[in-house]
């Protein structure tokens, strides 16, 4: 069964530094969102991105944050400068786009981004 | 931004009842769904509910969209110990590949 995938698992960094994290979306999917959840809270929805564009964002994504499709399969999320309460479970997570009432958002794994 | 209280906030059943947990929000949501995470992995669709009033089941998980599309309950029927994992709502305000807003969860644990 096709599924959403994440690398790393886990990242740790230095306050300051730069981050990539990693997504490989469902292949037919052209929907792509990042999600986060820091511990022991709810999920929150940073960014989604359609057609090499963002379609939405929260105001958790500042200026810190951007995304990219740098390729056919790959969709990244990058923080430029990290700050301790960027800790926390990053989820990818894609869908298709179709005339549904609900496109089934699937979630990866996560990549838990620990900044010290 | 839009809020989604659910609760309660965890849950310690034994083996073998029924469980059940809810959202309400101020906001009108188009669809509600129900997730589950289980601990290190990203959450899973368990029931998407489109209409007010909608019914839905899903062997022993049962969910409703109430009426006035600003709630929705989860029932667990005969729970076994690997429901255990923390449930959330989530909910879109329109229809199609728009953000979900997630309640804060209720964590359940299962004695045998």
């Known amino acids: 069964e096709p599924e959403v995938t994440q690398t790393p698992s886990h990242q740790v960094t230095q306050m300051g530094q730069e981050v990539i994290l990693r997504c490989v979306p469902i292949?037919?999917?052209?929907?792509f969102y990042w999600y986060r959840q820091i511990l022991g809270q709810k999920v929150e929805f940073l960014v989604s991105?359609?057609?090499?564009?963002?379609?939405?964002k929260s105001e958790i994504f500042d200026d810190q944050f951007s995304v990219e499709r740098p390729d056919g399969s790959n969709f990244t999320l990058k923080i430029r400068s990290t700050k301790l309460e960027d800790s926390a479970m990053y989820f990818c997570?894609?869908?298709?786009?179709?005339?549904?009432?609900?496109?089934?958002?699937?979630f990866g794994p996560g990549t838990r981004l620990t900044v010290l | 931004g839009q809020q989604l209280n659910q609760s309660p906030q965890s849950m310690f059943i034994q083996e073998g009842e029924d469980v059940s947990m809810n959202c309400t929000s101020s906001s009108i949501f188009n669809t509600w769904l129900w997730y589950k995470q289980d601990p290190g992995e990203g959450p899973v669709l368990l029931i998407a509910?489109?209409?007010?009033?909608e019914l839905t089941s899903n062997g022993r998980l049962t969910a409703q969209f109430g009426i006035t599309r600003k709630d929705s309950f989860l029932n667990i029927s005969a729970s076994i110990p690997s429901d255990v994992g923390i449930y959330f709502c989530?909910?879109?305000?329109?229809?199609?590949?728009?953000?979900?807003?997630f309640g804060k969860g209720t964590r359940l644990s299962v004695i045998a």
């Open positions: 997570a894609s869908s298709e786009t179709s005339a549904s009432s609900y496109n089934e958002q699937f």
């Open positions: 509910l489109y209409k007010a009033g």
């Open positions: 991105f359609y057609n090499n564009e963002i379609s939405e």
């Open positions: 292949s037919n999917h052209l929907y």
């Open positions: 989530a909910g879109q305000l329109t229809s199609g590949n728009t953000p979900l807003v």
